[in-house]
């Protein structure tokens, strides 16, 4: 197709309006509503890979519009009484069809690619990762949107109706959010007998992505060729569909489609642990002394090291050879709903803990201790609060002072008013007896079993 074709396809067509129709909504939607996608580090303009993964979550309404778009593009000649003429033209059909899906892809494509440059421009400026294996998350979802609108337009071709481009956009709505919230997905019940649920591979051939909860965690590769085979097997349906002119062959046209399907089906992953993956290159711990922080991360180590080397020699000089050695990022990645787990030999936290978010210098250094002494245990994936009066109790034994701390959960008054008569009870006791209970508190704490502030009291820590 010459510039010449384009440049009147361009006027003649609905592509430009369907590359408007994708960018436009899309940019509104990012910054106009106040959604996880500009919390934590897993903003979408914090990371690449979860940059990738908010756009591509978009195609949830994106790609609806795109098909039901292709089929008011497949209505263009019967709407202008026109095919017969071009049908008895000497140019082939597969041309026509070419420079009629040609255009659209190449506008729904282009603004796909425009929404994703916004994004990266700003990522670049807030983190010092820079990889490319975000670049196949962006990759297929431009396919998404390529081979919806060329499927529309075959059908268009194939049911010249006015009713069919709405039809067929809420029929691949309903498809996406059925992948999304039932077919597509798998009730599993966890440790503590709560049912949840999971992807399965069905909801693969779905265009949009699980929400990003974890910036340490991409799609595998796997997955992108299993929806790269079943968006080629579409895109071939709906070229094919263009040029058939018998119902024979429009049901032919079917077959790339159901090939695609299958084939697909039979590459993607069934356990969900291998769809969603640990990114390897972004979990490698990068240290200055005792104190890591994961690649992705590696920007704010300077703003950590002074804190969290502070943090452990206040340990050791109050728990001795029970003291933690290291401070380290937690890059594991637990299921939703499942317990943490902590460690006696590193300090471990989470930059989207609500304790660590924005504190630096002395209140970094007491949220490090805190972690350290009592972490929290409410199950991944879950909001919930601290026990904030164990944790400045365990803070105060440690630094000599009891002081609230931030990102709790709780007021100040509330902290100290809790903790004070605890506090004056424990601090009577005796040295020995002082540090029996913490290291019984600190045990029930690491293990997420029974109540660290019971433990301090005296009483059971089950």
């Known amino acids: 197709m010459n510039l010449r074709v384009l440049r009147i396809e361009l006027r003649r067509s609905v592509a430009p309006w369907a590359g408007a129709v994708v960018l436009v909504p899309a940019l509104a939607f990012l910054y106009l509503v ?8 897993t903003a979408w303009t914090a990371q690449w890979t979860s940059m990738a993964l908010w756009t591509r979550s978009l195609l949830f309404y994106l790609w609806p519009l795109a098909v039901g778009l292709g089929a008011l593009q497949g ?10 003429l071009l049908t008895s033209t000497p140019r082939p059909a597969r041309h026509r069809a070419a420079a009629l899906a040609g255009t659209t892809a190449l506008t729904l494509a282009s603004a796909f690619a425009l929404l994703v440059l916004v994004g990266g421009f700003q990522v670049l400026g807030n983190t010092e990762y820079t990889h490319l294996g975000w670049l196949p998350i962006s990759l297929v979802g431009a396919l998404f949107l390529v081979a919806g609108a060329v499927l529309g337009m075959g059908a268009g071709r194939a049911l010249p109706s006015a009713l069919t481009p709405p039809a ?5 709505f309903v498809f996406t959010v059925l992948m999304h919230m039932s077919l597509g997905r798998t009730e599993t019940v966890m440790a503590g007998g709560l049912s949840s649920t999971e992807p399965n591979r069905v909801s693969l051939l779905s265009p949009t992505v699980e929400e990003v909860r974890d910036t340490l965690v991409t799609l595998s590769a796997p997955v992108h060729a299993g929806q790269t085979v079943w968006l080629l097997g579409m895109a071939a349906t709906g070229f094919a569909l263009l040029i058939a002119a018998t119902p024979r062959a429009r049901l032919t046209a079917l077959v790339p489609l159901l090939a695609g ?32 922080v994961t690649t992705a991360q590696r920007a704010r180590l300077d703003d950590l090291a002074g804190p969290g080397k502070k943090a452990l020699r206040l340990l050791h000089a109050a728990l001795g050879g029970q003291a933690p050695d290291s401070v380290r990022e937690n890059a594991a990645v637990l299921p939703q709903g499942s317990t943490p787990r902590w460690s006696r030999e590193s300090v471990l936290f989470d930059f989207d803990d609500d304790m660590i978010t924005g504190v630096k210098g002395e209140e970094l250094t007491r949220a490090l201790i805190a972690q350290a002494m009592v972490p929290t245990c409410v199950p991944v994936g879950w909001s919930g609060t601290t026990d904030a009066s164990s944790q400045i109790i365990a803070v105060g034994w440690v630094t000599g002072d009891l002081a609230p701390l931030d990102g709790t959960g709780y007021s100040e008054a509330e902290q100290l008013a809790e903790a004070r008569p605890v506090w004056a009870e424990f601090r009577a006791l005796p040295g020995d007896e002082q540090l029996s209970r913490i290291r019984t508190m600190r045990a029930a704490a690491l293990s997420c079993e029974g109540d660290p502030l019971a433990a301090l009291k005296g009483g059971a820590s089950r």
Do not use: F
């Open 168 to 172: 067929l956009a809420m029929t691949a």
């Open 75 to 84: 209505l263009r000649d019967h709407r202008s009484t026109m095919y017969e």
């Open 34 to 41: 106040d959604g996880a996608w500009w919390r934590d580090t």
């Open 261 to 292: 399907a299958v084939i697909a089906l039979l590459v993607l992953p069934s356990d969900p642990r291998r769809m969603y993956v640990v990114d390897t290159s972004a979990v490698e711990l990068v240290c200055e002394g005792p104190v890591c």
